[in-house]
C-alpha cells in the first residue's frame, strides 16, 4: 500500500461476511463521517479524511458493539477499498486478480444485468490467461471495448484510473430503537429476573449511544420494553413497557442504566413479570443536544461529560429538579449574582424539556461564557448571607437566640473590597470580604458593608492583612457569612 | 510622610481616564501630593493643560511621561527625567502611531530596544512595567500581549538598570497579596526595587462612575454587559500620602521611593525651547536683520514716496519688540510660506489681528496698511502676553493644498505637522453613551434620570479622538518630534501633532494657520479673466463701486451679501473703506449685543449728535462717531485713559473674551473703570463703555480683522460693478462659495446686463466661460457667460473631459452624433434633453428625450423595453410622462415646464425667472414685482410673491425670522416676528413660492415687509424639487 495514500482523502470498506443491519451500524459511524453509503448487508463505505490506523481501530471497536467483526480495507475509491476488502487488503491495485473487476463497476449496488455481462468478460479474460490486474491494465486499451463490450470496458477504465463512483445518499433510520431476544443461557426460555433484562439492557444502550453519538446526540426520553412469551386474546404478544424522562440528556449506558436499574427494581417489585421476557426493545424518544467532543469514541471530555451527566441525572432524580442544578458562572462583581442555576442545556425545539420555574434554561437567557474569575472563590456560597458577629476572635453565627455555630479565628486575609452596580438600586452595593481561618481547620468568606451603596462614597482604607499587628475586621461594621471554602 | 504617584491617566487615555489633567492636578495638590506624572497612553495630549494648571501649584511637582503600548510585551510606562529623554520618549511615541490603524498605536519590541540603544536621551528614561487592566485585556488578547514574564524582567533590567522600577499597587481587589510576593520574589531575583502606586484612572472616588461608563463605551456594550470587566470597586482614584501608607505599611520604602524617583525627574515643559525654521536666511545675517531687510524691500512697493514718519516710528517700535521677543524667524516663516504663493500666483491675505502689524504689511503678508488704519499693534504682539504672535493666512481654496505640499516638501514631516484638534464631547453625543451605557434608549434626545443627568455633564468635553484642525501647522528647525509626538491623521497623507492649538499657545510654540476663502479663488479667477495681476491693481475709492454697495447691490460680494448686511448698507451707506471696515463689523453678534448698532447709525445718519466726552477721545473714537465699535478702541482707551501699558491693554482684551465663559472680568474690569474715572470720565460714559464691552464678549470682530475683509469685499465689490460677467463667472467656477446659490448669481448678473448662455454640447467646458455674445445685436466686443458642465447634476469631471476629447476630434453635428459619440448614461441624457442642451442642434426638448429614448433603446435592449421606456418616463420629472403620453413627439413643452426643468437638472435657468411666468398664468397671484414694492412708501401695506431663496433666525433675533424673496428684478427681504413666524413656520418651511401680505419698513435706502399674512403659491410643491434656497437656524 502506497504510504502517501494516507494522507488523501479515503474509502473505507468494512465488508461483512454474515448478514447484517448495517444501518444501526452506519448510522453510529456518522461520527467519522458525515459521507456514508451501504452495499444492501454487505457493506459499508467511509469516505474519511485522515490517519487511517487510528480511525480503524475505533471503527473496530464500534463494530464489536454491534456484535460484528468485518473485514476492514482502505483504498482511494470505493471500488478499490471493496477489491482490498474482498481479496487482499494488503494487494495493489496492480496486484488484484481481475474477479476484483465487478468492485470497481459499481461498488455500492449489486446489479445482475452488469454481473451477467462481467462474468462473461471474467471467463474471457481467463481463457487469454489474464489473471491480474496488472496483466489487464497490459491490454491496449483501444481493444478493450471490442473485446469486453461496455460494461467491461467501463469497469477496466475505472479499476485502471480509481474513477470514484457516485455516493448514493445514507438516511438514518427513522426510530432509534434496538431489540435483542432475552433467554436463559441453557433453557433459551425467557428471562424474569431483573439481572438478566438489564444486562441486556446495556448491550442495547451501548449500541443506542453509539448511534445517538454519530448524531451527536443524547437520550432525552426513551422507552424500554418487555415482551413476554404468552400473548393476548387478540393474538398479540403480552408487554410490560416503561417510559423514562431523564432529568439530564445521557449519551451512554451508564448514565442510563442506573435509572432503569432503579425504576424497574421498583416496579417489579411491586407488580412481578406474569410470565418470562422473551424480548426487550429500548426506543429513543427524544433527544438533546450532545457534547462538542463527542464526535471523539475515546476522547476523556467525553467520558467526563457522559460521567457528569449520569452523576447529575441521578441527583436530579434524587432530589427533585430544584434540588440539582448546575451553577453557570456569570459575568458579574457581585457574588450573589456571579452564577446562575442552569437544570440542563435543552435543545431549543425540544417539546418535553424538563422547566422548573425556579430554574433558568440556560437556552432561554443564553449568556456568553464568563471569564474565569482569577480570585479564588468559596466553594460553597450560601444564597443568602446570614449575619455573625465578632467578638475579640471569636466569630459566633446566632439564630434564635442562640449561638448555632462559633469559631475562633486563627487569621484573616484580605480585604476584596468588592463595590459596583451602582446603577441599579437593587443590585448596588459595596462590601469588604475577608478569607477567614479557623483554628477547626475550616476557611469562611465574610464581607462587611462598607457605608451607604453609593458609588461616590468613601469607604475608609481599611488596615493591611498583612500588618506586622496582625489585623481584624474593624468592630462597628455588621459583618455576614456568605460562603466557606472548601 | 511624602508620597508622589508617578501612575495616572487622564482623559486623555481615550475612554479611560475618568478625569481632566487640570482636576488630577488640582486635587494633588490639595491632597499634598510631592509630585503627579501623567503617563496617559500612547500620547502627551493631556501634558500641556497639565502643566498649566501646576504652573500656579508651586509645591507639587509635575512629571511628564506616557505609557507605551508595546507588541509582544506588556505595557510599559515612561517618565522623563530630562529633556533629552523627554525627546526621546516622542519619538518612541511618534514610532508607536506610525504604522497603526489610526486611534491605535504598539512598538515592536524590538524597535523599543533598538530605538533605546540608538538615541543618546533615553538613558534619562525612567521605566515602570505596567499590567493590564481587565477591561483592556480583550484588546490585548486580540493583540496577543502575554503577561509579563519572568524573564522579560532580565531583558528590560538589561535597557534601563537601575531607572527600572516595579509599579506594586494595593487596590483591595483580591489579589494585593499574590501581586505583592509576586513583586517581592522579582525584586530579590532581578533586583528591581518595588515603588509603590495606585496607577489612577479618576482624581476622586465619584469618578468611578464615570470611568465604568467608558468601560461600557469603549467596549461597545453597556454597563451591565461589561460585567467583570468593569473594575471590581472604586479604589483607583488618587490617594493621599496617609492613604497610601494604610495601603503599604509592610512597605514604607516603597513609598518613599516614588518620591526619590519623581525628585530625579526634573524636566519641565517649559524647557521646549523652540526654534524657528530659518534656513534661508542668507549668509551674513540673522533672522531679525534679514526680516528688516525684507520689510525695507517691501516698504518700496508698498511706500513707492517714501516711508511716511508715522510709518517709519511704527516699524521701529515693532522692530525693537520683535527682536526683544526674538520672533523675527516666525514672521519669515509666513513671509516665506506667503512668498510661495505667490510665486505660484495663488492669491493669498492675512486675516485677523495681523493686520495690525507694519512688519506684516510691509512683508506682503497682510494687505492693509495699519499705521493709515490707525490700528493698534499691541493687539497682535506684546511683550506681556508671552507669547508668540498668531498669523492666520487665507489662501484660494482650489489651490490651499499646493501651500501646504509645499510645507511638508520643504520642511519634511519630521518637522512639518499639522496642529490636531480634539474632538470632545457635545451634549447629543454625551447623552447618548450615556443612555448605552445605562440600557436606555441611546436615540433618546435627553436623559431620563438625575445618574444620566449627571454622567452626561460629567462626561461633556471629554475628548473622544483627534481629528486635523483645519489649517494649523506647526512648523520647526529642529526635528518635531522630538517636541511633540507626530501621528497620521485621518485623512491621507497628513500628519497631525499631539497637542492642540490651545496647547501650543501655552508652550509658546509656532502655529500658522493656512486657510481656505473660497473668495479669494473667485477673486483671482476674475483677475485673470480680465487681465488684472492682483488685487493691488484694483483702483480704491472707486465712488462707481460704493454707490453700488450704497444700493445694497452686494449679491455675490464678499462679507456684504446677506441679508442683515444688505439692510445695514441701506442704512450705513457706505462711502470709504473705513465705512466698509465697520459696516464687516457691525452685522455680528458683538455689536448687537453691545447695544451700539443703532447709536453709531442714529449719529451716521446726524439724527443724534456725535458726543465724545473727552477730547482724549477723538483720536481714538472720533472716525466710529464716538462709539466704540472693536476691541482695539477699548484698548485704546485704557492705554490713553486708564494708565493702562499696551500689554495690560491687550490682557484686558483677553479677559473680554474670556468673560463669556468665565463670566467675570473683575480685576481687570475694576482697574480698567478706577482708571477711566480717575481720568475724568463721566460715569454715565464708563458705565456705557461696560455695557459694550459685553458686546465684545459676544465676538466682536478686531478691527485689523474686519479691515482684511472689509479689502475684500472692497474688491468683489469692484469686480461686481465693472466686471459682472468675469465675476459671476468666476463665482459660479468656485463654488461652494457665499451666501447665494447658482440660480441667484445668474438672475443678478442678468440684472447687470450679462447675457447668459445655456450649456452647450459644443462650447461648454466644465467650468462656465466668457465667450463672445452671439447675438448680433450687442457690440461686436461683448462677452457672454457661457454656463459649464459643472452646473448639471450628477456630471462629473472625469465624464467632461471625455466629452470634451470626444468633441475636439469633431465637434457634435446632430444630437444624434452626441448620442452615440458622449458616452453619457441615460439618465444625464433625459436631463440634458429636457434641461433644453440640445436646442443648439435644432431639437426641441420633446423631441430630443424621444431620440434618447429611441437611442437608449435601441443600444441597450431589455426583455422589458416596453416597461422600461414607461419606467425611464415615470424617472423623469413626472410632467414628462404626461406629456409624451400625448400623441406627437413634436409637441413643444409648455414653457414653464422647460423652465422648471431648468432648475430641477441645472439649479437654474437661463430662461428668466419663473416669477414673470406664474404672475402671467395664475391670475391670483399679486403683480407687484420687487421693483415696484421697493417704491412703496414707509407703512404702506403690499401683496407680494416671489421665490424664498433665504430663511434666518439668527440666535440673537430673540425668535424674529428673517426670510428673502426673490423675482426678476431683485430682492425683497422679509421680517416675521414670533408669533407670525409660529403661524406659519410649515408654509415658509416647506414652500419656495410665497405669498406675502405685510407692512413696508424704511429705514433710508433699506426696505423690509413686516409680514402679516403668508400663503402659498402652489397647494403642492411635490414637483418643485431642487429650487435654490438657504436656511439657516
Known amino acids: 500500500m502506497k504510504k502517501d495514500e494516507s494522507k488523501n482523502r479515503i474509502t473505507l470498506c468494512l465488508l461483512f461476511r454474515n448478514r447484517i443491519r448495517l444501518a444501526e451500524l452506519a448510522e453510529a459511524s456518522f461520527r467519522f463521517t458525515p459521507k456514508i453509503a451501504l452495499r444492501e448487508d454487505e457493506a459499508l463505505f467511509l469516505d474519511y479524511q485522515g490517519e487511517p490506523a487510528q480511525v480503524l481501530l475505533r471503527i473496530r471497536a464500534l463494530c464489536r458493539r454491534f456484535g460484528t467483526d468485518p473485514v476492514l480495507a482502505w483504498g482511494e475509491e470505493a471500488g478499490l477499498a471493496l477489491a482490498r476488502a474482498r481479496f487482499g487488503q494488503k494487494l495493489s491495485r496492480e496486484e488484484l486478480p481481475v474477479q476484483a473487476l465487478d468492485c470497481f463497476l459499481n461498488p455500492f449496488e449489486r446489479d445482475e444485468e452488469s454481473d451477467r455481462t462481467l462474468g462473461r468478460t471474467l471467463a474471457l479474460l481467463q481463457q487469454l490467461g489474464i489473471l491480474d490486474f496488472a496483466q489487464l491494465f497490459a491490454l491496449p486499451q483501444r481493444t478493450l471495448l471490442s473485446r469486453f463490450g461496455k460494461s467491461g470496458a467501463d469497469a477496466v477504465l475505472r479499476a485502471r484510473v480509481g474513477v470514484p463512483s457516485t455516493w448514493p445518499l445514507f438516511q438514518a433510520p427513522d426510530r432509534t430503537l434496538e431489540r435483542a431476544p432475552l433467554c436463559q443461557?441453557?433453557?433459551?426460555?425467557?428471562?424474569?429476573?431483573?439481572?438478566?433484562?438489564?444486562?441486556?439492557?446495556?448491550?442495547?444502550?451501548?449500541?443506542?449511544?453509539?448511534?445517538?453519538?454519530?448524531?451527536?446526540?443524547?437520550?432525552?426520553?426513551?422507552?424500554?420494553?418487555?415482551?413476554?412469551?404468552?400473548?393476548?386474546?387478540?393474538?398479540?404478544?403480552?408487554?410490560?413497557?416503561?417510559?423514562?424522562?431523564?432529568?439530564?440528556?445521557?449519551?451512554?449506558?451508564?448514565?442510563?442504566?442506573?435509572?432503569?436499574?432503579?425504576?424497574?427494581?421498583?416496579?417489579?417489585?411491586?407488580?412481578?413479570?406474569?410470565?418470562?421476557?422473551?424480548?426487550?426493545?429500548?426506543?429513543?424518544?427524544?433527544?438533546?443536544?450532545?457534547?462538542?467532543?463527542?464526535?471523539?469514541?475515546?476522547?476523556?471530555?467525553?467520558?467526563?461529560?457522559?460521567?457528569?451527566?449520569?452523576?447529575?441525572?441521578?441527583?436530579?432524580?434524587?432530589?427533585?429538579?430544584?434540588?440539582?442544578?448546575?451553577?453557570?458562572?456569570?459575568?458579574?462583581?457581585?457574588?450573589?449574582?456571579?452564577?446562575?442555576?442552569?437544570?440542563?442545556?435543552?435543545?431549543?425545539?425540544?417539546?418535553?424539556?424538563?422547566?422548573?420555574?425556579?430554574?433558568?434554561?440556560?437556552?432561554?437567557?443564553?449568556?456568553?461564557?464568563?471569564?474565569?474569575?482569577?480570585?479564588?472563590?468559596?466553594?460553597?456560597?450560601?444564597?443568602?448571607?446570614?449575619?455573625?458577629?465578632?467578638?475579640?476572635?471569636?466569630?459566633?453565627?446566632?439564630?434564635?437566640?442562640?449561638?448555632?455555630?462559633?469559631?475562633?479565628?486563627?487569621?484573616?486575609?484580605?480585604?476584596?473590597?468588592?463595590?459596583?452596580?451602582?446603577?441599579?438600586?437593587?443590585?448596588?452595593?459595596?462590601?469588604?470580604?475577608?478569607?477567614?481561618r479557623t483554628e477547626s481547620g475550616e476557611e469562611l468568606w465574610v464581607f462587611a458593608q462598607t457605608g451607604r451603596s453609593g458609588p461616590g462614597d468613601v469607604a475608609p482604607t481599611p488596615a493591611s492583612p498583612l500588618s506586622p499587628e496582625g489585623s481584624l475586621m474593624p468592630l462597628q461594621r455588621q459583618l455576614y457569612l456568605h460562603g466557606y471554602f472548601d | 510622610m511624602a508620597y508622589a504617584e508617578l501612575l495616572c491617566r487622564t482623559h486623555y487615555s481615550f475612554l479611560e481616564g475618568a478625569s481632566h489633567p487640570e482636576e488630577l492636578i488640582q486635587q494633588a495638590a490639595a491632597m499634598g501630593l510631592r509630585a503627579l506624572a501623567i503617563t496617559d497612553r500612547d500620547g502627551v495630549y493631556g501634558i500641556p493643560k497639565a502643566y498649566v494648571a501646576a504652573r500656579s501649584l508651586p509645591h507639587l511637582h509635575f512629571i511628564t511621561g506616557a505609557t507605551l503600548t508595546l507588541k509582544e510585551h506588556p505595557p510599559i510606562a515612561l517618565l522623563a527625567r530630562d529633556r533629552a529623554a523627554y525627546g526621546v520618549l516622542c519619538r518612541l511615541l511618534t514610532e508607536s502611531h506610525r504604522d497603526a490603524p489610526k486611534g491605535e498605536a504598539f512598538l515592536p519590541w524590538s524597535q523599543f530596544v533598538s530605538m533605546l540603544g540608538e538615541l543618546p536621551g533615553s538613558r534619562g528614561l525612567v521605566a515602570l512595567p505596567r499590567e493590564e487592566a481587565p477591561s483592556l485585556r480583550k484588546e490585548a488578547a486580540l493583540m496577543r500581549l502575554p503577561?509579563?514574564?519572568?524573564?522579560?524582567?532580565?531583558?528590560?533590567?538589561?535597557?534601563?538598570?537601575?531607572?527600572?522600577?516595579?509599579?506594586?499597587?494595593?487596590?483591595?481587589?483580591?489579589?494585593?497579596?499574590?501581586?505583592?510576593?509576586?513583586?517581592?520574589?522579582?525584586?530579590?531575583?532581578f533586583g528591581v526595587p518595588i515603588l509603590a502606586t495606585n496607577d489612577a484612572?479618576?482624581?476622586?472616588?465619584?469618578?468611578?462612575?464615570?470611568?465604568?461608563?467608558?468601560?461600557?463605551?469603549?467596549?461597545?456594550?453597556?454597563?451591565?454587559?461589561?460585567?467583570?470587566?468593569?473594575?471590581?470597586?472604586?479604589?483607583?482614584?488618587?490617594?493621599?500620602?496617609?492613604?497610601?501608607?494604610?495601603?503599604?505599611?509592610?512597605?514604607?520604602?516603597?513609598?518613599?521611593?516614588?518620591?526619590?524617583?519623581?525628585?530625579?525627574?526634573?524636566?519641565?515643559?517649559?524647557?521646549?525651547?523652540?526654534?524657528?525654521?530659518?534656513?534661508?536666511?542668507?549668509?551674513?545675517?540673522?533672522?531679525?536683520?534679514?526680516?528688516?531687510?525684507?520689510?525695507?524691500?517691501?516698504?518700496?512697493?508698498?511706500?513707492?514716496?517714501?516711508?511716511?514718519?508715522?510709518?517709519?516710528?511704527?516699524?521701529?517700535?515693532?522692530?525693537?519688540?520683535?527682536?526683544?521677543?526674538?520672533?523675527?524667524?516666525?514672521?519669515?516663516?509666513?513671509w516665506e510660506i506667503v512668498d510661495f504663493a505667490r510665486s505660484r500666483g495663488i492669491l493669498c491675505q492675512g486675516r485677523g489681528s495681523a493686520a495690525n502689524s507694519a512688519i506684516c504689511y510691509c512683508l506682503g503678508i497682510t494687505a492693509v496698511d495699519p499705521v493709515r488704519m490707525n490700528l493698534l499693534f499691541e493687539r497682535f504682539l506684546s511683550a506681556e502676553r508671552g507669547e508668540p504672535p498668531d498669523i492666520d493666512v487665507d489662501f484660494e481654496h482650489e489651490r490651499r493644498e499646493e501651500v501646504i505640499q509645499h510645507i511638508y516638501e520643504r520642511y519634511g514631516r519630521d518637522r512639518a505637522a499639522m496642529v490636531s484638534a480634539v474632538i470632545t464631547y457635545r451634549t447629543r453625543s454625551a447623552i447618548r453613551d450615556v443612555n448605552r451605557a445605562l440600557g436606555l434608549d441611546p436615540g433618546a434626545a435627553e436623559t431620563k434620570n438625575w445618574l444620566a443627568d449627571r454622567l452626561t455633564e460629567d462626561l461633556r468635553g471629554f475628548p473622544r479622538h483627534l481629528s486635523i484642525h483645519s489649517g494649523g501647522f506647526t512648523l520647526s528647525a529642529d526635528p518635531i518630534v522630538e517636541i511633540v509626538p507626530v501621528e497620521p491623521a485621518r485623512m491621507e497623507g497628513r500628519t497631525i501633532i499631539q497637542w492642540d492649538k490651545n496647547d501650543l499657545d501655552a508652550l509658546g510654540l509656532l502655529k500658522v494657520d493656512i486657510l481656505a476663502l473660497g473668495m479669494l479663488t473667485a477673486i483671482r479667477k476674475s483677475l485673470d479673466q480680465i487681465g488684472m495681476k492682483d488685487l493691488a491693481a484694483i483702483p480704491a475709492e472707486d465712488p462707481a463701486t460704493y454707490a453700488m454697495i450704497q444700493k445694497a447691490d452686494t449679491v455675490g460680494v464678499f462679507q456684504i451679501e446677506s441679508r442683515a448686511q444688505m439692510n445695514m448698507l441701506g442704512r450705513l451707506k457706505p462711502r470709504t473703506f473705513y465705512d466698509l471696515v465697520i459696516e464687516v463689523a457691525l452685522v455680528r453678534p458683538g455689536p448687537i449685543v453691545g447695544k451700539m448698532v443703532h447709536p453709531y447709525l442714529k449719529r451716521r445718519q446726524g439724527l443724534e449728535p456725535v458726543d465724545i466726552p473727552d477730547p482724549r477721545l477723538d483720536p481714538i473714537l472720533a472716525r466710529t462717531l464716538g462709539v466704540p465699535l472693536f476691541q482695539e478702541q477699548v484698548m485704546k482707551m485704557a492705554i490713553v485713559l486708564a494708565d493702562f501699558t499696551p500689554g495690560e491693554a491687550d490682557q484686558l482684551r483677553r479677559a473680554i473674551g474670556a468673560w463669556r465663559s468665565t463670566g467675570s472680568i473683575e480685576e481687570m474690569g475694576m482697574k480698567l473703570r478706577e482708571g477711566l474715572l480717575r481720568n475724568g470720565l463721566p460715569e454715565k460714559f464708563v458705565d456705557l463703555i461696560f455695557t459694550q464691552i459685553q458686546g465684545f464678549a459676544e465676538y466682536g470682530f478686531p478691527e485689523s480683522h474686519?479691515?482684511?475683509?472689509?479689502?475684500?469685499?472692497?474688491?468683489?465689490?469692484?469686480?461686481?460693478?465693472?466686471?459682472?460677467?468675469?465675476?459671476?463667472?468666476?463665482?459660479?467656477?468656485?463654488?461652494?462659495?457665499?451666501?447665494?446659490?447658482?440660480?441667484?448669481?445668474?438672475?443678478?448678473?442678468?440684472?447687470?446686463?450679462?447675457?447668459?448662455?445655456?450649456?452647450?454640447?459644443?462650447?461648454?467646458?466644465?467650468?462656465?466661460?466668457l465667450v463672445p455674445d452671439p447675438h448680433t445685436e450687442v457690440p461686436r466686443d461683448a462677452r457672454a457667460l457661457q454656463l459649464g458642465w459643472r452646473i448639471v447634476r450628477g456630471l462629473g469631471p472625469a465624464q467632461v473631459r471625455a466629452l470634451v476629447e470626444e468633441r475636439e476630434r469633431a465637434p457634435f453635428r446632430s444630437l444624434h452624433d452626441f448620442l452615440v459619440r458622449s458616452r453619457l448614461g441615460r439618465e444625464l441624457l433625459f436631463q440634458l434633453a429636457l434641461g433644453n442642451a440640445f436646442t443648439c442642434f435644432g431639437v426641441e426638448p420633446r423631441q430630443a428625450l424621444w431620440e434618447c429614448l429611441a437611442f437608449d433603446l435601441s443600444t441597450r435592449p431589455e426583455p422589458t423595453g416596453q416597461l422600461s421606456l414607461f419606467s425611464a418616463l415615470d424617472s423623469t420629472p413626472d410632467t414628462g410622462p404626461a406629456l409624451l403620453r400625448a400623441s406627437e413627439p413634436e409637441v413643444r413643452f409648455r414653457e414653464d415646464v422647460d423652465l422648471f426643468a431648468d432648475y430641477r437638472i441645472f439649479g437654474l435657468s437661463t430662461r428668466g425667472h419663473p416669477m414673470p411666468l406664474l404672475r402671467s398664468s395664475l391670475p391670483r397671484l399679486p403683480k407687484l414685482s420687487s421693483a415696484e414694492v421697493r417704491?412703496?412708501?414707509?407703512?404702506?401695506?403690499?401683496?407680494?410673491?416671489?421665490?424664498?431663496?433665504?430663511?434666518?433666525?439668527?440666535?440673537?433675533?430673540?425668535?424674529?425670522?428673517?426670510?428673502?424673496?426673490?423675482?426678476?428684478?431683485?430682492?425683497?427681504?422679509?421680517?416675521?416676528?414670533?408669533?407670525?413666524?409660529?403661524?406659519?413656520?410649515?408654509?415658509?418651511?416647506?414652500?419656495?413660492?410665497?405669498?406675502?401680505?405685510?407692512?413696508?419698513?424704511?429705514?433710508?435706502?433699506?426696505?423690509?415687509?413686516?409680514?402679516?399674512?403668508?400663503?402659498?403659491?402652489?397647494?403642492?410643491?411635490?414637483?418643485l424639487q431642487n429650487l435654490p434656497s438657504h436656511s439657516w437656524h
Not at chain 1, 205 to 228: F, P, Q
Not at chain 2, 995 to 1009: I, K, M, P
Request: aromatic share 8%; with cysteine; charged share 25%.
Open chain 2, 935 to 1023: 417704491t412703496r412708501p414707509n407703512g404702506a401695506e403690499v401683496r407680494f410673491a416671489g421665490l424664498v431663496i433665504v430663511r434666518q433666525r439668527p440666535p440673537t433675533a430673540k425668535g424674529t425670522t428673517f426670510a428673502t424673496l426673490e423675482d426678476e428684478a431683485g430682492f425683497v427681504d422679509l421680517i416675521l416676528w414670533k408669533s407670525v413666524h409660529e403661524a406659519h413656520e410649515p408654509l415658509l418651511q416647506n414652500h419656495s413660492f410665497l405669498v406675502v401680505t405685510g407692512t413696508v419698513q424704511r429705514e433710508g435706502d433699506s426696505l423690509s415687509l413686516l409680514v402679516r399674512k403668508l400663503e402659498p403659491v402652489f397647494a403642492s410643491e411635490e414637483n
Open chain 1, 185 to 436: 443461557p441453557d433453557t433459551l426460555d425467557g428471562v424474569s429476573d431483573l439481572e438478566s433484562i438489564l444486562q441486556a439492557a446495556h448491550a442495547l444502550l451501548d449500541r443506542l449511544g453509539a448511534r445517538l453519538r454519530g448524531r451527536a446526540a443524547r437520550a432525552a426520553r426513551l422507552s424500554l420494553t418487555l415482551e413476554l412469551d404468552q400473548k393476548s386474546s387478540s393474538g398479540r404478544p403480552l408487554q410490560r413497557a416503561w417510559n423514562f424522562g431523564l432529568p439530564v440528556p445521557q449519551g451512554s449506558a451508564s448514565g442510563i442504566l442506573p435509572l432503569i436499574r432503579e425504576k424497574l427494581s421498583a416496579e417489579l417489585q411491586r407488580q412481578p413479570l406474569v410470565r418470562p421476557a422473551v424480548r426487550l426493545q429500548i426506543e429513543i424518544l427524544e433527544t438533546a443536544p450532545g457534547h462538542g467532543a463527542q464526535r471523539d469514541f475515546f476522547h476523556r471530555a467525553e467520558l467526563e461529560a457522559e460521567a457528569w451527566d449520569a452523576l447529575t441525572g441521578r441527583l436530579c432524580q434524587k432530589l427533585g429538579a430544584p434540588g440539582a442544578f448546575v451553577a453557570e458562572p456569570q459575568d458579574r462583581h457581585l457574588p450573589e449574582r456571579a452564577w446562575r442555576a442552569v437544570l440542563r442545556k435543552a435543545a431549543p425545539d425540544a417539546p418535553h424539556a424538563i422547566r422548573s420555574p425556579a430554574i433558568q434554561d440556560s437556552a432561554a437567557t443564553p449568556q456568553a461564557a464568563a471569564p474565569v474569575a482569577p480570585v479564588r472563590r468559596p466553594a460553597r456560597v450560601l444564597k443568602r448571607p446570614v449575619p455573625v458577629q465578632l467578638h475579640q476572635r471569636q466569630l459566633k453565627l446566632v439564630q434564635d437566640n442562640r449561638t448555632a455555630c462559633e469559631w475562633q479565628i486563627r487569621e484573616i486575609h484580605g480585604p476584596e473590597r468588592l463595590s459596583g452596580e451602582w446603577w441599579d438600586p437593587n443590585t448596588a452595593f459595596q462590601r469588604d470580604y475577608y478569607q477567614v
Open chain 2, 147 to 189: 503577561r509579563l514574564a519572568p524573564h522579560d524582567w532580565g531583558a528590560l533590567r538589561d535597557l534601563f538598570g537601575d531607572r527600572l522600577y516595579l509599579p506594586l499597587r494595593r487596590h483591595l481587589d483580591g489579589q494585593d497579596e499574590a501581586r505583592t510576593r509576586s513583586a517581592i520574589e522579582l525584586q530579590k531575583r
Open chain 2, 201 to 334: 484612572y479618576y482624581h476622586e472616588p465619584s469618578r468611578r462612575m464615570l470611568q465604568d461608563v467608558l468601560t461600557a463605551t469603549r467596549l461597545n456594550t453597556s454597563l451591565a454587559g461589561a460585567g467583570r470587566r468593569l473594575f471590581s470597586n472604586g479604589e483607583r482614584h488618587l490617594k493621599s500620602a496617609l492613604e497610601m501608607a494604610a495601603l503599604f505599611p509592610d512597605l514604607p520604602e516603597a513609598l518613599a521611593r516614588t518620591v526619590e524617583v519623581a525628585e530625579s525627574c526634573t524636566f519641565s515643559p517649559a524647557e521646549l525651547r523652540y526654534r524657528y525654521p530659518s534656513e534661508w536666511i542668507p549668509g551674513g545675517h540673522t533672522a531679525q536683520s534679514w526680516m528688516e531687510h525684507l520689510v525695507r524691500e517691501g516698504c518700496r512697493t508698498r511706500y513707492p514716496d517714501g516711508v511716511p514718519e508715522a510709518v517709519e516710528r511704527q516699524l521701529q517700535h515693532e522692530f525693537q519688540l520683535v527682536k526683544e521677543l526674538q520672533f523675527a524667524d516666525y514672521f519669515l516663516t509666513i
Open chain 2, 706 to 769: 474686519a479691515a482684511s475683509f472689509a479689502l475684500l469685499a472692497y474688491a468683489s465689490s469692484w469686480l461686481k460693478c465693472h466686471h459682472p460677467a468675469e465675476f459671476t463667472c468666476a463665482l459660479i467656477n468656485s463654488q461652494p462659495l457665499g451666501f447665494y446659490s447658482n440660480s441667484t448669481l445668474v438672475e443678478d448678473a442678468r440684472r447687470h446686463g450679462v447675457r447668459v448662455l445655456p450649456v452647450h454640447p459644443n462650447h461648454s467646458a466644465w467650468d462656465c466661460q
